[in-house]
Structures are given as C-alpha cells and as structure tokens.
C-alpha cells in the first residue's frame, strides 16, 4: 500500500520564478492539504483540497495556488518567488469521514525548495 | 497570539527517564487533537490522536484539558529512539463537511542520552 508520494524531492528556483510540486496521497485518501515548514518551525498550513476544490486555506497570499485532479492527486503552484519561500514543502492526505473530526493525516517525504 | 504553543526545548534527558511536553492552543472551539513526531530532515508522523479522555500507547500517554485549553504528552522508560521533535497539533476551523484546518506548534525537541 503506497503511502503519500511528493516530487520532486529537491528543487533550486531563482526568485520571480515560477514551480509546481505534486503530490498523491495514500490509497483510499481523497483529500490533501499542503503545508510549508521553514527551518525550525513547525508546518504552516496552505489550503486543503476536496473533490477538486479548495476547501480551506491558511494565511498566504494569492501567489500559493493550487489544483486536485479527479485522481484524488495535487499540484501546488507557487508564482513569483521570494526568499522567504525557500522551505520543505508538505502534502498531507486525509479521508473525509462525515460526522467525524478526527482527520489523521497522513505526510508525504516533502519537497525541499530553495530559492536563490 | 499564536494558535498553538510549545516550549521548543531541548529537552536533555538520560535512557530511561520519564519527560512531558505540554503545548497550549488559543481556538476554545478546536476538536480535533494530535501529537506528531518529527525526525530530523522526515516528514511529520502521526504519533497518537488526543482524546478527550485521554488515551495511552505503550510508553506514551496523552492528556487533553480543554478548560485550560492545553494538551500534554509523557514519555515514559525514555528511549535513545525517541529523540526527535515533537509536534502539537489542533484543528482549526471546521466547516460543515468537517475540514479542518490544521494548525502545528512550533514543536519540542527531545534529546535521550545514553
């Protein structure tokens, strides 16, 4: 049974330039969230997609987009990058079980982006 | 005021010691309750859900005060294993089909010497 998968697993961007990671979750999974762990913190939560949509969505601007396709897999689009954006990127799948808040969730090894 | 709190340690214990983390949560209105570990340069796992009750596994045993709005976790019999840093995790908003927003603490590290 494949656990969440990400690639690329490293990845060097310049700034202003654009990426895509991609991610597809554990088997049986239909939802993914993304987060983003800078070096000593923990991970920040991204938005969360659900039947192809976004469902919910953390504190960062316009530049952090994203996509579910009908395979349950995700993209996370990241425009115009800074710096700041240099970090471990994480995918998480979860099942959604109605009437049930407990929404383990299961992390893939992440991308390590760094921009220079 | 950050969502999730945590003492960022280290925390410097011998084989064998029993160590408690505790982390602290501003959202009165969270349900959901995790405790991730975290190994160094690896993605987060899941090491125990929190319940209301509180629940134990093993070594582990995890406690939830929702009065005062913290969670803990006790380490005993420490192994030279279960160094690593531990995450707090709680669940934010929650919408009518029950996603979450998962807010993650800054997490504790624990160092077990031998």
């Known amino acids: 049974d494949a656990g969440v998968t990400q690639s690329p697993t490293h990845l060097i961007k310049t700034r202003g330039q654009q990426v895509t990671l991609r991610c597809s979750p554990k088997s049986g999974h239909d939802t993914v969230s993304w987060y983003q762990q800078a070096l000593g913190q923990g991970p920040q939560f991204i938005f969360q997609y659900y039947e192809e949509e976004e469902r919910q969505r953390g504190n960062f601007p316009d530049r952090f987009s994203g996509h579910q396709f009908p395979n349950y897999s995700s993209e996370l689009n990241v425009n115009a990058l800074l710096l700041g954006d240099s970090a471990l990127y994480l995918c998480a799948s979860s099942s959604v079980i109605a009437g049930d808040s407990y929404n383990e969730q299961f992390f893939g090894p992440g991308t390590r982006l760094t921009v220079l | 005021r950050k969502e999730v709190e945590q003492d960022p340690g280290p925390f410097n214990v011998p084989e064998g010691a029993t160590v408690a983390f505790n982390c602290t949560y501003s959202n009165s209105a969270s349900q959901s309750f995790f405790w991730y570990r975290q190994d160094c340069r690896k993605e987060p796992k899941l090491l125990m859900s929190v319940y209301s009750s509180g629940n134990e596994d093993g070594r582990f045993t995890a406690q939830l005060n929702r009065a005062s709005q913290y969670i803990s976790l006790l380490i005993r019999d420490s192994k030279l294993s279960d160094s690593a840093t531990y995450l707090c995790?709680?669940?934010?908003?929650?919408?009518?089909?029950?996603?979450?927003?998962?807010?993650f603490g800054s997490g504790t590290k624990l160092n077990v010497k031998p």
């Open positions: 995790v709680v669940n934010g908003e929650v919408d009518g089909y029950n996603f979450n927003k998962f807010y």
